[in-house]
């Protein structure tokens, strides 16, 4: 054989065990995906289970509003947020909080309580959001 025979041929080995790989891996992507979205479906039918103060406990909002919600060092009370808020307002500013960071209320946040950020929570079930925001807005 000639070099330039050599060079292809092992070109194509090189190829043939690559393209093996590809399909090696992406069976077992695949089969973990298909894992990834039954255990997202139990979680999210395990939370639409619990009560809005489970759920605000699970989602962490405690760590900062405190265990009663009315408020620590890092983040202000939860409560009549009737005042500012409706339903569909909470809920838009849970799933996504940095569009409301220019409004007056929000920048004396910032100065009360520097280096603190809301976490976003719009990668969270809807209806979890929903019963957190109605219990939060009948505090």
């Given at each position: 054989m000639?070099?330039?025979?050599?060079?292809?041929?092992?070109?194509?080995?090189?190829?043939?065990?690559?393209?093996?790989?590809?399909?090696?891996?992406?069976?077992?992507?695949?089969?973990?995906?298909?894992?990834?979205?039954?255990?997202?479906?139990?979680?999210?039918?395990?939370?639409?289970?619990?009560?809005?103060?489970q759920l605000i406990s699970n989602f962490g909002c405690v760590n900062c509003h405190g265990g009663d919600l009315s408020g620590t060092s890092m983040a202000p009370a939860l409560k009549n947020l009737k005042q500012h808020w409706g339903k569909e307002s909470l809920l838009s500013y849970l799933r996504n909080p940095n569009e409301f960071m220019n409004e007056e209320r929000f920048k004396e946040f910032k100065g009360k309580y520097p280096g603190q950020i809301m976490p976003s929570y719009g990668n969270r079930n809807i209806k979890d959001l929903g019963k957190i925001v109605d219990y939060l807005l009948n505090q």
């Open positions: 000639t070099k330039p025979q050599i060079w292809v041929a092992a070109f194509l080995v090189v190829f043939i065990i690559l393209f093996v790989l590809q399909k090696l891996t992406k069976e077992e992507e695949s089969t973990r995906d298909f894992s990834n979205q039954m255990n997202n479906q139990m979680m999210e039918e395990n939370t639409t289970e619990l009560t809005a103060e």
